[in-house]
């Protein structure tokens, strides 16, 4: 068994391209810190009816806490931080991520008032932009092509595992001691992972999969011709703001789809930690799973498959979404609400498999950085700000469904994300009869 030290002492750059069994683990280790990483994210939005009593927050408020002052953190450290784990330890940098990440989830709990929150809640932004990048290189690195997007997805499993577990476990343990002990039992699970994942994952070899050695592919990628390189490629702009304007839709709804049941729709909380954790376990986990294979299979074919199948998954989802926001009560409101979360991910596995196909194994972490730095800037940043806002806006002129009203206002966003993915789509065809012509 590898230790950190071993990949510290070979330069973060040791071993041989791993075995299927040690593939499968680090793919289950990294998924597991994902399933942290997205639970500590998502409690604020599980537990935002006690923590409104509590606190005396406002959906404005809270919008702000999930969304603009979590991603000021969480998008534009990911970038240094991105950087820095293509120079270094990708292994590394992910265990001090996790570690500082969930000692700031504890103080969550702990907070007294709601610029306490708010110093929390950025401190667990600034940990968990070390959380995601590196573990795409590292999956990138420990399964071929033809395989990376399965194996995405599956990681990708991460956000719906942990919210299903947040929404169980945050609600119920809610429920009897308070909205506080959720935050504080998930941080100290995981800054005891972060000492775990130090010690039990090997770094790979970067470009380990990719058949011959790239050129380059050890050399340590400069920072600001990578940066100019994916800003300038349209190719990785598209993806991203494809990307982004999708997560305007799910971080909008996912930081009030509770709020919203049980507000708009009369669900209780002992309700919603069983129906809507069942809802993301099958809705948005299948969705996960079904999509890394869909995407695989058409990828084999052409690489548009990277652009078409979130398009039609987003045209498929939107119909629904509306249905979900119509309906009278919240037994049907859920049942459509999960066909919404299996159409609404296929972006996910799609975008983070081009950007990490397209750019060399060195530039990797930094570009899976920038690609949620756009992304997550735009939909976690922008898209619960947006909701919260208007649901506010919407109240004070007397409107008495105003989550819903502010929730509705997110549809115009779905035909963005379609027509940004088109054109993707568009732009990759040209690409592969470009080479083509030139073979």
Known sequence: MATASDAAAVGGDAGRPPAANRSWFVLAALTFVYVLNFLDRQLIGILAKPIQDSLGVTDGQLGLIGGLYFAMFYCFIAIPVGWFADRTS???????????????????????????????????????????????AIITDSYPPGKRAAA????????????????????????????????????????????????LIREPRRGAMDGAPAPGASDKAPFWPTVGMFLSNPVL???????????????????????????????????????????????????????????????????????????????????????????????????????????????????????????????RVLSGALLLLIMNFIGLGLGPTWVGFASD?????????????????????????????????RLLRRDAVTLQGSA
């Not at 099958?282 to 990828?299: E, K």
């Not at 549809?411 to 088109?422: D, E, K, N, Q």
């Open 237 to 363: 702009m598209l993806a991203a703001l494809g990307s982004g304007a999708t997560q305007f839709v799910t971080y909008g709804l996912g930081n009030f789809a509770v709020l919203f049941l049980m507000r708009e729709k009369g669900m209780a909380l002992g309700d919603v930690a069983i129906w809507y954790a069942l809802v993301l376990v099958l809705g948005m986990g299948g969705g996960m799973v079904l999509s890394g294979r869909v995407i695989d299979r058409m990828t084999r074919r052409s690489r548009t498959g990277y652009a078409v199948a979130p398009a039609l998954s987003l045209a498929i989802a939107m119909p629904f979404y509306l249905g979900f926001l119509w309906a009278p009560g919240w037994a049907l409101s859920l049942a459509l609400l999960a066909v919404v979360m299996a159409f609404n991910y296929f972006y996910l596995s799609a975008s983070v498999a081009l950007v990490q196909e397209e750019v060399k194994p060195n530039q």
């Open 90 to 136: 990708r292994v590394g940098v992910l265990s001090l991520a996790c570690a500082i990440w969930s000692g700031a989830t504890v103080a969550c709990g702990m907070a007294a008032n709601y610029a306490q929150l708010v110093v929390a809640r950025m401190a667990v932004g600034f940990g968990e932009a070390g959380g995601v990048p590196p573990s795409y």
């Open 152 to 199: 995405l997805g599956i990681f990708n499993l991460g956000p719906a595992i942990g919210a299903a577990i947040g929404v169980a476990f945050g609600a119920a343990v809610a429920e009897r001691f308070g909205w506080r002990m959720p935050f504080i039992i998930v941080g100290a699970v995981g800054v005891v992972t972060a000492l775990l994942v130090w010690l």
């Open 393 to 425: 806006w919407f109240r004070a002129q007397g409107d008495t469904h105003s989550l819903q009203s502010a929730l509705y206002t997110l549809t115009p966003f779905y035909l963005v994300a379609i027509a940004l993915f088109f054109w993707l789509a």
